[in-house]
């Protein structure tokens, strides 16, 4: 029986995790993390009896508590609570499906407790990732990537000799808005962005999919995921979404991992590592696919992958700085407070106004995501 615990259970990621451990029964969930949807964790305790589960803060840590009293449930809460379901004993592996830089220290709590990493999280690699690979190196531990990208990248590397990558070619779809100008992506309203063409996402990640700030973010995951250097990932838009990867060697070959656009294969591919399940659903059908075509992002446009390329080169503290005033910008336009083109500004704006911090630790980390929350709401 395999032991899981996880960030963000009631999540896109989350949930659909957890659909994963209701097809399978050889999964037991020993522990559960939500940010603020009570009802829902309590369900999903209720359906997977974990002996901990956590709340975003202690009030509504108090109100789970009510619900689930009749239950042998301990229920924490905030970031210690957080960090027990991160180090929870019973557990092997933490999928961290949380968003944000929350998830941070818990990653790093549960790599010294010996746990692998399902990695969703992309933020922990971005903001973090000189602290966070060597670490896994050292206790042992792996980092098995759950985004779709990343997981392709992953299982083309299966078995083949990472020193003889020459480049990584990272798809992506082009979200709603490919091919548009910047005077159209001006009048973009929140219910427009969220309107992905492809994938069935939360509302955060799917606002980055359509700026293209995602697909940054994923290249300077992949710099830390597989070792290669910031201009050894090339982004390729992929519009039908059938490629999910691809990686290019020395000697010219390129491999891809294809398939439907469906979070739980590379859900279920971390959670069972190295071996392969059957997972019912869509199958993609080559009889009835009639074509996988190729574009070269607009990184004027988008010029939102072009500031991710200047932040992964630069390093240190200045990745920190792209991904807080991105989550500070989405936040406002999901409120409707900034218009959809002033995301990318805040990002630009908040990467010139800081001073870069090389090597910095988790408290400068999350002092630059501090500084740039402060710096962005005495501007906008």
Known sequence: MKKIAILGSTGSIGTQTLE?????KDIQVTALAAGGNVQ?????????RPSLACMGDEEKAKDLRNRTA????RITAGMEGLLEVAREPQ??????????MIGIRPTIAAIEAGKDIALANKETLVTGGHIIMPLAEERNVRILPVDSEHSAIFQCLNGENKREVH???LTASGGPFRGWNREQLSKVQVEDALKHPNWAMGR????????????????????WLFGVAMDQVQVVIQPQSVIHSMVEF?????????????????????????????????????TKLKSISFETPDREVFYGLELAY???RQGGSLPTVYNAANEYGVAKFLQKKIPYLAIVEMIESAMEHHKTVEQPGVEQILEAERETYEFLESRW
């Open 20 to 24: 994963v451990v209701e097809q399978n």
């Open 40 to 48: 829902l964790l309590e369900q999903q305790i209720r359906r997977f």
């Open 70 to 73: 009749d239950l042998n449930v």
């Open 91 to 100: 557990s092997e592996i933490l999928v961290t499906a949380i968003v944000g």
């Open 167 to 169: 480049k990584i070619l």
């Open 204 to 223: 955060k990640i799917t606002i980055d999919s359509s700026t293209m700030v995602n697909k940054g973010l994923e290249v300077m995951e992949a710099r």
């Open 250 to 286: 020395e000697d010219g070959a390129v491999m891809a991992q294809l398939g439907v656009p469906d979070m739980k294969l590379p859900i279920q591919y971390a959670l069972y590592y190295p071996e392969r399940k059957y997972l019912p659903g869509e199958r993609l059908d080559f």
């Open 310 to 312: 200047r932040a992964g």
